[in-house]
């Protein structure tokens, strides 16, 4: 049985009727480009081919009902309703927070409805199970209530939900990536002004290995918010001499300039991982459009490196899985990816040399952590669609 037929068939026990609609979106894997995105960076991520499913049925009762197959909370608010954030971590938080960006927008539905969630995102993987929740639900809203909203409004008000209803001061590129993947293909994005190229992942002969470190990703919202709020101080202190809304307008040679206006010495260390970022994702999408992979995987190795000395954002985890891959004939570059503290790392990898890197380097992994950790094979997908 398929993940859909499982979920038909759960929806019709759960709710007594059939399913009238289903819809899928994906969660993504950056490759490069950390950090960036709320900077006016750029990033490079791409939709993955798993994601979250929504089973959804019209009801009479006027009622939206909420249930998962992968948590056991459920819920129910009438679609008149005053919707705020529930109190404490809920799943439903993610759903919720996107169908209450479309009613700020006039937009809400007209009747009841029914909806079963089902995902196979490893969830605190760091591969956005949580965007693809918001973007799910944000597109499948637009089509039922025919609000005609964009895709990248639907990215938009996916971003709003995570801000606004689980807290996260994040950046657009998890939503926008899960609502506008294209298969085989990464997205360079600029989260200045959302211009997007879709750049063919042609990686020659190489596969992308994600190493799940199944150290539940600690980037608990705080940490996050925490760098946020130091990259806004750099800024402050730069405009002191510099025109710049965003930290990634800094060229390296500006910033050798601008950083003595950095007073905090932790402050500067963030903004220079952050302003060499941007630099590192630059020429590493101009090494792949080159044909360049052993470019491309370096840059990845000294953006991991960046993010662990400057950033600050690894943690023992993700470094060991790293160097682990590091040491690995037949890898182009390895590095964490996501929001970091845990979740993934992305390596490139010779095909003929997958299965020796997960057994290398799961056993490595283990020795120096004790954990088992886990290996996928990701292909670049879709953005959220209907299935049927
Ligand atoms: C998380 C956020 C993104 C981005 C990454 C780090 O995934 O949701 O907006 O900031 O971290 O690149």
């Known amino acids: ?33 950390e ?110 209530c025919g609000s005609g909203f964009c895709r990248t409004e639907i990215a938009q008000m996916a971003q709003a939900a995570e801000h606004e209803y689980a807290g996260v001061q994040c950046g657009i590129m998890d939503q926008f990536a899960s609502a506008q993947g294209r298969q085989g293909h990464a997205m360079y994005l600029d989260c200045s002004t959302l211009d997007c190229e879709w750049v063919p992942l042609d990686l020659t002969g190489m596969q992308i290995v994600l190493a799940n470190t199944r150290s539940p990703h600690k980037l608990s919202s705080g940490v996050y918010n925490e760098r946020v709020a130091q990259c806004r101080q750099a800024v402050e202190d730069i405009r002191k001499a510099f025109d710049i809304q965003h930290l990634a307008e800094l060229t390296a040679e500006q910033f050798a300039e601008a950083e003595k206006l950095i ?15 941007a630099e590192r994702t630059k020429q590493a999408v101009e090494a792949l459009k080159a044909g360049n992979i052993g ?47 845990g979740g993934c790392t992305v390596s490139i990898v010779r095909e003929d040399a997958v299965e020796e890197f997960k057994k290398n380097v799961g056993a490595a992994y283990k020795k120096r952590t004790g954990l088992t950790a886990e290996f996928y094979v990701a292909q670049a997908g879709d953005g959220v669609r209907r299935l049927m």
């Not at 929504?54 to 679609?79: C, H, Q, W, Y």
């Open 263 to 277: 007073s905090d010495e932790t402050v500067r260390r963030r903004a220079r991982h952050v302003v060499s970022e």
């Open 35 to 144: 950090h960036t995105d709320y900077n006016g960076g750029r990033v490079f991520p791409c939709a993955l081919s798993f994601g979250t499913s929504l089973a959804v049925a019209a009801n009479d009762s006027g009622l939206l009902r909420f249930a998962s197959l992968n948590m056991p909370e459920t819920r129910e608010t009438g679609i008149g309703d005053q919707w705020h954030p529930i109190e404490g971590k809920s799943w439903v938080n993610y759903a919720l927070g996107a169908i209450a960006q479309a009613a700020k927008k006039g937009v809400r539905p007209a009747q009841g409805y029914d909806l079963l969630y089902s995902g196979d995102v490893p969830i605190g993987a760091g591969l956005s199970s949580s965007a693809a929740l918001e973007v799910v639900t944000a597109f499948a809203f637009n089509e039922l």
């Open 1 to 33: 049985m398929t993940n859909t037929d499982v979920l038909l068939r759960s929806f019709e026990e759960r709710y007594g009727r059939k399913t009238e609609r289903v819809y899928f979106a994906p969660g993504r894997v950056n490759m490069i480009g």
């Open 295 to 341: 470019l491309f995987g370096r840059l990845m190795n000294a953006s991991h490196a960046s993010l662990r000395d400057d950033y600050e954002v690894t943690g023992r985890e993700l470094d060991a899985m790293a160097e682990a891959a590091w040491a690995e004939e037949g890898v182009a570059g390895s590095r964490m990816t996501g929001g970091g503290f």
